[in-house]
């Protein structure tokens, strides 16, 4: 079974629209500031479908873009803007940043509460300690998203993350512990053995290591659903993800395809988180209710 993106973007959204309607009527219009550093081909795409999406659901983007070489001082008031201004109820800070900016002060500038990626030390932390600060990274919470949506359970069931990093890897295998799945996390100095064996005996398996053909066809088995969080572009222009697609999704129960799978869902959670925190600033206002 090809597990598509499409579907499960359009039960967010579908979803979210009652919500910002709702919003609105109070005179609270929910806005995201985008935040991007350079013109890295890749930021441009995701700012692109980021205001595309906005756009579709009628809720506010305002972008601050500056050149690579801005100074750090700049860019640190410009979080610290974003923090004090009602009218912007999230943010998103497109990284990696330029190596000539301190990229932990300007991520952990941005209020946790308009965090909408996690990228902050204190969203991060928040969610391993179930606190309701800020919000999880939007690619995790898309992998559980997908999940859900095609009913795949994950009590009791044996996970494999394939990938450590604080955008996917870790806190992916928290949210899918948080839903009572047994994790175990492989990385770079997993021997390929190993990795193999862990894939064998596993139920889901999410590989998120922007590496192409990192999960191959002799990883597979009949029980294992797919979920490939890369997105890699090749030198003649095609994308592919993490996982050898065309030799691996007949051979398991259940695979994601790149492009098509994860990666609109991550947007989808983006807007989720958007209006989140819009109805978190609302319920602050005398007379709101959300519902």
Do not use: W
């Not at 890749?42 to 692109?48: H, Q, R």
């Not at 898309?142 to 870790?170: F, N, P, Q, T, W």
């Not at 990883?219 to 979920?227: E, G, W």
């Amino acid at each position: 079974m090809i597990l598509k993106g499409n579907e499960v973007v359009q039960e967010i959204e579908e979803g979210l629209k009652k919500r910002i309607s709702n919003l609105k009527e109070k005179d609270i219009f929910p806005t995201m500031a985008l935040v991007r550093v350079g013109e890295r081909f890749n930021d441009i795409a995701y700012e692109e479908s980021i205001m595309k999406a906005c756009e579709e659901l009628g809720v506010q983007t305002k972008s601050f873009r500056f050149a690579s070489d801005v100074r750090q001082v700049k860019l640190v008031d410009c979080m610290e803007a974003i923090n004090e201004d009602d009218e912007i109820h999230g943010a998103l800070l497109f990284m990696p940043l330029p190596d000539n900016l301190d990229e932990d002060e300007v991520r952990n500038a941005l209020d946790p509460r308009k965090d909408l990626d996690g990228v902050s030390d204190r969203a991060l932390a928040a969610m391993i300690a179930d606190e309701k600060i800020g919000y999880p990274p939007c690619t995790a919470v898309g992998c559980i998203d997908m999940l859900e949506h095609y009913g795949i359970e994950m009590k009791g069931k044996r996970a494999v993350v394939i990938g450590r990093s604080m955008v996917i890897g870790k806190p992916v295998s928290l949210l899918l512990t948080a839903n009572d799945a047994t994790v175990t996390v492989c990385h770079s100095k997993t021997s390929p053995e190993d990795i193999k064996k862990y894939c064998s005996d596993a139920d889901i398996i999410i590989v998120a290591t922007g590496h192409p053909g990192t999960f191959k066809a002799e990883m597979a088995a009949p029980q294992q659903v797919i979920l490939d969080v890369g997105i890699n572009i090749l030198p003649d222009g095609s994308i592919t993800g993490d996982v050898a697609f065309n030799s691996v999704h007949d051979k398991v129960k259940s695979i994601t395809p790149v492009p098509g799978g994860v990666g609109g869902v991550t947007t989808a959670v983006l807007m989720k988180h958007l209006v989140l925190a819009a109805e978190a600033f609302a319920a602050t206002k005398p007379g709101f209710n959300i519902d």
